[in-house]
């Protein structure tokens, strides 16, 4: 070690990171490159914006209700969440550490100048198409038609191509929403939730807040009163979304918070995948982001739901980045239907999130599998909720945790399997690896079983992940240990690069991470 | 009672009061008093604390009143082994000590560390006298102690220090008998110092025990610790373990079979305050209809000090009817590299084709059942040693008793 003179122990001053033997080193790059000085998204763009006051009061509440037209029952949800949110306290039981906020020094509402929700990509300013661009989300159909190797391909390889639509949320809007025209051919509604609420209010309201409620926890509550755009998806009975819908959302403002609202629904035997991207401008204050995403999945229905979170993690002395609390939840609401959350986390300077499934339908299946990488100050402390009501309910867990620098890295669940689960099944793996000897790495998994018959494991037994699988490795000559890395690794590898092109970039980064030397 | 006492406890419930009564009665003492506040902070600890979410002493402990069935039988009591019994009367000194044990029995309160992680703790050396033994270097030294009523409220706390080199083998039978029992029980395990305990838990469907125990081992110690619990209408068996020099080991196992109306909960704390010290741990437990087992592990490996750590954990649990409940959190907390820790849990019912081959042999399901049930939980109870006979066949008794 030649750090601190050479001395064995090096001290809190030493700025260097030792990492142990063992520890794969396509791996330790890979992080590197994730460092927040490597973060391409931190530019800034220059626009005219309309703000509400700063600063959150009833006034503000009502600001983003008139803004955005709405009919007094939505005013009265919001004011309702309002109200409660004043009597809540901020939690504090997740393993990460903060100033405390001030929530009066946001901006509640940020919009560019004559938003109002431009009518065609043609009136959207092209500095905002500029940074979509720049982000490599292409919101000219013509552009995603031809993929992102653009010009290389030609048009009949290009069609070939799954192709993705795109709703691009900037602040508190929504800028455009790409491939409309062609998926309501299909039935599918895909629109900005603002306009959801004008076109489709009894939609709207009949699954607003039933997954999540206004009263659910203390960020749900404020994002229940102050949300301003998101994404609206409803694919009805018997659709196949013809392709994969999309939202990127983007922070630009200063001291502006986003609060974004997504609810897609599922109806009977439909199937939806659903992804999302998130990166903000480097500043040296932290902004605040409070989502709320609800998921219903009706009788065979199916959502698949991934998320490339980017968002600025803040410099390597911990200033600045994103403090992300975000509230997900996905309802299995019908018999034998699924939901599947895939998230890849390298993004934000606090993360708490912990996207989950309430398995209410008999026969449903929820899936978690998360990647999430920390470096420098970074504190994420993520992870699941499966809920098993329904009979014969199965859930999987597979998640990685990767902590680098002086970053805190936590993984969070709860399996809870209530009385009427019969033949409930569980399977949780979480891996952890530690770069360096500064960082931390932490499990807290609550597993609740109140079913005799259920089965549940938490790494138990490596042969359960798939006894074929692995036989089929093992008898090839291949160790256990080895086997069963191929297997996970392989698994979620299949998961990622099923991400579209636009999405995959980050994602493919961390596809060569590998958990040799993890600690538990 | 002042109304300053009566506050120490927000929204007290009838146990509470009843407690803080208790206190007011003891010669006043500064420690006393320190350790009494420490539980004051919490009061009986119940779901809005995060460790005891699902053991929830504030509902639990009712009225304070003798319970009727009186505390069970011991099965660890032997014959020629010196015995030190707490009651609700008091403590009571053996009449033999073995050779290289001293005791002594102050009726003053001792300082405890970490008192406001451990309510329970901090309640039972607020509420008791302190009985401190020193076990000198030398041969294996045999102890045993019992926690038993009849009476409302049985606080004990029992202080060891084992001197470099010390041997010691402890069994402790916690039978209940009182409304309330909380016991403290600390070990000091200086260099190379060996510590076998072994713990039996039972109590009434009426009766709350915690039994709470802090160990610190220096360099080169080592404990083995075995427990079998039968719950009551809630226990806690709490082990608070710190490594606190190189090279310390430990074992932590627990087997706990918990029937209807009985809730039994194991927690471990485990902090690897020195490099390369090792934990291994089993937990096994089986349930019946109406019974709930919690299981809480945690392992704690600070930066820098942790380095080099080996620790693994396990749980698995059996439900062996519809109607029980199996909570478990195997909880690891690592701020250091070079390590290796690892935890498995599971909870489910017994394997259909094991049942199906033993009873294909003409053995009734219910013996079938008790079989494997046994052979599921035996491997928690092997470090026993001399006492692990003892327990397979209290754990036998109860599964022919149930089944």
Known sequence: MDCCGGMDEHDETCTEVKVKDGVDAGTVAAAKRLESENYSAGFVTDIEMDFAPKGLTEDTVRFISAKKEEPDWLLEYRLEAYRRWLTLEEPTWARVNYPKIDYQAYYYYAAPKNSAKYKSLDEVPKEILDTYAKLGIPLREAEVLLGVEGAAETAATAREKPRVAVDAVFDSVSVATTFREELKKAGVIFMSISEAVQEYPDLVKKYLGTVVPATDNFFATLNAAVFSDGTFVYVPKGVRCPMELSTYFRMNAESTGQFERTLIIADEGAYVSYLEGCTAPMRDENQLHAAVVELVALDDAEIKYSTVQNWWPGDENGKGGIYNFVTKRGDCRGARSKISWTQVETGSAITWKYPSCVLRGDDSVGEFYSIAVTNGRQQADTGTKMIHLGKRTKSRIISKGISAGRSDNTYRGLVSVHKKAEGARNFTQCDSLLIGDKCGAHTVPYVENRRADAQLEHEATTTKLSEDQLFYVRQRGIGEEQAVALLVNGFVREVLQELPMEFAVEAQKLLEVSLEGSVG | ?403
């Open chain 2, 1 to 403: 009672m002042s109304t300053a006492l009566k506050d120490l406890i927000r929204n007290p419930t009838v146990a509470e009061l009843e407690l803080v009564a208790r206190y007011a009665a003891l010669k006043a003492d500064a420690r006393r008093e320190r350790l009494f506040e420490a539980f004051a902070q919490t009061g009986l600890p119940g779901r809005r604390a995060e460790n005891w979410r699902w053991s929830d002493f504030k509902t639990a402990v009712g009225q304070l009143d003798t319970p009727k069935a009186p505390p069970a039988r011991d099965p660890l009591a032997r014959d020629g082994v010196s015995t030190l019994r707490f009651t609700p009367a008091g403590f009571v000194a053996p009449a033999s000590l073995p050779a290289g044990l001293r005791l002594l029995a102050k009726e003053d309160v001792q300082a405890m560390g970490g008192a406001e992680e451990a309510p329970l703790g901090a309640l039972a050396a607020a509420l008791s006298g302190t009985v401190l033994v020193d076990v000198s270097a030398g041969a294996a030294v045999h102890l045993h102690m019992v926690f038993q009523g009849p009476g409302a409220i049985n606080a004990a706390r029992v202080v060891f220090l084992l001197r470099p080199g010390a041997q010691l083998h402890v069994s402790e039978s916690h039978l209940g008998g009182a409304a309330f029992s909380t016991a403290l029980v600390e070990f000091t395990l200086n260099k190379g110092a060996h510590l076998h305990r072994t713990l039996y838990q039972a109590g009434g469907a009426d009766e709350a025990q915690a039994v709470t125990a802090l160990i610190e081992q220096d360099e080169g110690a080592e404990s083995v610790q075995t427990v079998l619990a039968l719950g009551a209408r809630i226990a806690r068996i709490e082990s608070r373990l710190v490594h606190r020099e190189t090279g310390s080991k430990a074992t932590l196992n627990a087997a706990y079979l918990a029937g209807a109306g009985r809730h039994a909960d194991i927690t471990t704390h485990v902090r690897h305050g020195a490099p390369a010290c090792t934990t291994r741990q089993a937990t096994k437990g089986a349930v019946l209809a109406g019974g709930r087992g919690v299981f809480q592990g945690k392992f704690l490996v600070p930066r820098t000090s942790g380095q080099q750590t080996d620790a693994s954990m396990q749980h698995n649990a059996l439900l062996l009817e519809e109607g029980a409940e199996v909570f478990a959190k195997p909880e690891l907390e690592i701020l250091a590299d070079d390590v290796q820790c690892a935890h498995g849990n599971t909870s489910g019912a017994l394997d259909g084709a094991q049942l199906f081959y033993l009873r294909q042999r003409g053995i009734p399901l219910a013996q079938a059942r008790a079989m494997l049930t046994e052979a599921f939980i035996a491997e928690a109870l092997e470090g026993a040693g001399e006492l692990e006979e003892v327990l397979r066949h209290e754990a036998q008794a109860w599964l022919s008793h149930v089944s």
